[in-house]
Structures are given as C-alpha cells and as structure tokens.
C-alpha cells in the first residue's frame, strides 16, 4: 500500500509484507529504525529464513551416527573416517539468475564456497543441479547459457571443479528457473570451525569484496519479490562477483 506521495512504505520495498512490518514493531516495541527493518528484511526472506520452503526442509532427517553438524551452522559435516570430514552446503539463487544469469548464478557459487570454508574445509568440488522451461524459447536459451557460463567462470577462477550436476526442461520452469548450486569441501575433524565466538575481548573483522549497487540486501531481498512488468528494473541489485577475491579470503581464512 503506498503513502499519500504514491511512494511505497520501506518495509514493503524491502521485500517485507505488512503483518510481518506489524510482527516486527510487536517484537520491538517499537517502530524499527532503516538499518533494523534491513537487517530483519535479510534475516526472514526466502533466501535466508526459508519463509516457505522450511515446512518441507524440516522434513528431512537431520541427525545420524555419521553427521558431525547438522542445521545451524554454515554447512552440514559428515564424518567419512579416518579423522576427516566431508562439509556439504547447497543454496538456490533462482530470482537472481532469472534477471542476470551469469551474475546470479556466479554469486550463488561464491556464496556456498565460503559457506564451505568457514566451516574450515577446503572445497574440492561443485555440483550444479538446474531447470530451466522449454529451449525453444529464446529467453530460456539465455538464461541456460548465461548460467552455465558463470558457475563455470566462478569455480574456474577459484580452481574449483564442477564434477557433477542434472539438467531439466520443461514448461512450469518458464518463469522461475531453479538454479541449485552445490560445494563439497574435505576437512580433518579436529579442525571443523563454528559460526560462533564466545566471552568477552574478541575482535570483529570484516573482509571481502567492496559494496555494490545491492548494498546490503544482495540476494536476499531479490529472493522474496514477485516478478512483473518491473523485473528488469532489478537487475542493478544482483550482486557482481569478485572470484579472485573470494580465492584470496578463501586461503587466508584456511
């Protein structure tokens, strides 16, 4: 609903919906501040809070004899014997990649590798599971080439292979591909690494590559919008990835 200027609320150009604006100023007390209302629009969209997928996630069986981690950290890590591990993420970067292909779908790699070694795994490898609508239409031909292009620049500048994926057409993915991308990382299991610092003197380091036209949002924002006659407006928030970058944080970090 837009104001009486004609410009819609923050929160709704965030990606938010209004009981979830009301839900927040509930939980807070209070009216969120710009930077909150981002940070919650970050935290409980589809790319990061899973709003509709996570009722069919929770389906799946999380705990085993071999599973080191399961949900809560950056990857899933199953014991493979021998003192070493085998971290696994994967993640979808379909809104991005529907807009810019080659762009959504490289960032959705660069996301996952570093899920993969802030667990304290190298990456050894990526998959890449895909759907697109039928190839004889012309966008579909563009969308498949301009995604196969960047997972395959992305991992390569990494020195990252792409040893596996699946590929299907057909019509109900016209307009909403799914681009799933997959890493596998190996790591000795006296070595796996936490998203989590405890006590009081630690110090907060931030690194990686410079803010773009995305700022803050990056593919998370994307995630939760509906597409329309507006979609190519959008394309200045897909991020644009930085490998060299990533395989730079990617060795200081291990």
Avoid at 160 to 167: F, K, L, N, S, W
Avoid at 236 to 252: D, H, R
């Amino acid at each position: 609903m837009a104001d009486a200027t004609g410009q819609k609320p923050a929160y709704e150009l965030l990606g938010l919906k209004a009981n979830e604006y009301q839900d927040i100023c509930e939980r807070m007390g209070r009216e969120p501040n710009y930077v909150e209302l981002a940070v919650f629009s970050l935290m409980w969209s589809e790319h990061c809070g899973y709003k509709h997928s996570r009722p069919l996630l929770s389906k799946l069986p999380t705990e085993g004899e071999g599973i080191l981690q399961g949900p809560g950290e950056n990857a899933g890590v199953i014991d493979i014997g021998d003192g070493l591990a085998i971290a696994m993420k994967i993640e979808s970067h379909n809104h991005p990649s529907a807009i810019e292909p080659f762009e959504g779908a490289a960032t959705g790699i660069g996301g996952i590798v570093r899920d993969i070694f802030a667990m304290g795994a190298r990456p050894i490898a990526n998959l890449d599971p895909l759907h697109f609508g039928s190839l004889d239409k012309p966008r579909q031909r563009y969308l498949l080439d301009g995604v196969v292009e960047g997972i395959a620049a992305y991992g390569n500048c990494m020195g990252i292979p792409t040893v596996a994926g699946e590929i299907h057409f057909e019509d109900a993915y016209e307009g909403n591909c799914l681009i799933n991308v997959m890493c596998v990382g190996m790591v000795r299991q006296d070595r796996i690494l936490k998203a989590r610092a405890t006590g009081p003197g630690n110090l907060v380091v931030l690194i990686g590559s410079t803010t773009g036209r995305d700022g803050i949002g990056g593919a998370s924002i994307l995630a939760s919008a509906e597409f329309d006659e507006t979609a190519e407006e959008k394309r200045p928030t897909v991020q644009v990835g930085n490998p060299f970058m990533e395989k730079k944080l990617l060795e200081a970090c291990l």
